[in-house]
């Protein structure tokens, strides 16, 4: 099942998307924000609407979370590019909730920052409440589902600052979406693409974690209880980069569909 946010008549609703006549459609209302359901999507109750091409829909960002976690380094050749070790355990960071941005919204690039990177991820939007799980349990009821996310970046203020709160966490710089899927499985592998103005500049397949899914739930989970409708960005693959006001940066998961943001100077 695959739903997305979007606003209708100045309201925002949540809405089932499904394929009609080849593309994509938001074809129901949910009657319950699919966070507060406590997991199963397949129970979530509908209302019938007109359809709305997904395209021509106004889309608000997909989740509304307490706290987004981002996973740091968790591709092997994203690491060495950037001349880091290869971490030993996970290494996470957060980008505060005031960070989300639609699909289709202009990423502002701050006048203090020199460099401003894309970072292309797959995004893992957490189903019920999650604190330090058994070892044996099975963690997938956690899941509610996947979608794209943009770990947009700071780079000279990361590097300057010594750790990442500002340089990951100014407005606009977690573009989210376009919307939210329960139907593919990062376990078996799921490639994750960036582009910039049509050109590729990234292509990962979440086979190449170095923390599986499973991993990442635990330890953070360990630390802190993950609330329903929370934001893991579990890491990029190699080829990042800079842009500048005027480009256009896609991120691609596949079976989620493109997050598709404009950049612009403040
Ligand atoms: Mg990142």
Redesign the pocket.
């Known amino acids: 099942m695959k739903y997305c946010r979007f606003q209708l008549n100045s309201q925002s609703h949540y809405g089932l998307v499904e394929s009609v006549a080849g593309r994509e459609a938001i074809t129901r209302l949910l009657l319950t924000a699919p966070e507060e359901t406590s997991g199963d999507m397949e129970d979530l109750a509908t209302k019938r609407m007109d359809h709305i091409p997904l395209a021509d829909a106004s889309l608000l960002a997909p989740v509304r979370p307490s706290k987004i976690v ?1 996973v ?1 380094r968790n591709y092997r050749e994203h690491a060495e590019e950037l001349g880091n070790e290869v971490p030993a355990e996970p290494l996470i960071f957060f980008k505060p909730p005031s960070s989300l941005l639609a699909p289709g919204e202009n990423i502002r690039r701050p006048r203090i920052a020199q460099r401003t990177d894309y ?1 292309g ?1 797959l995004g893992l939007i957490i189903a019920k409440t999650c604190y330090q799980p058994a070892a044996e349990e099975d963690l997938r009821p956690y899941i509610l589902g996947y979608t794209c996310v943009n ?1 947009f ?1 700071a780079r000279d203020l990361q590097n300057k600052d010594g750790q990442w709160t500002r340089a990951k966490g100014f407005d606009t710089f977690c573009p989210v979406g376009p919307l939210v899927t329960d139907e593919i499985d990062p376990r078996v592998g799921v490639g994750v693409e960036t582009r910039v103005n049509g050109q590729l500049r990234q292509q990962g397949n979440t086979r190449d974690f170095i923390f599986p899914l499973d991993v990442i739930l635990r330890y953070i989970s360990q630390a802190m209880t993950l609330l329903p409708g929370d934001l893991i ?1 579990t ?2 693959p190699k080829g990042v980069g800079p842009v500048v006001a005027g480009d256009v940066v896609e991120v691609s998961v596949e079976g989620v569909g493109t997050l598709r943001n404009p950049v612009v100077d403040e």
């Open positions: 981002c740091g970072e991820e770990d970046t960005a890491g990029t």
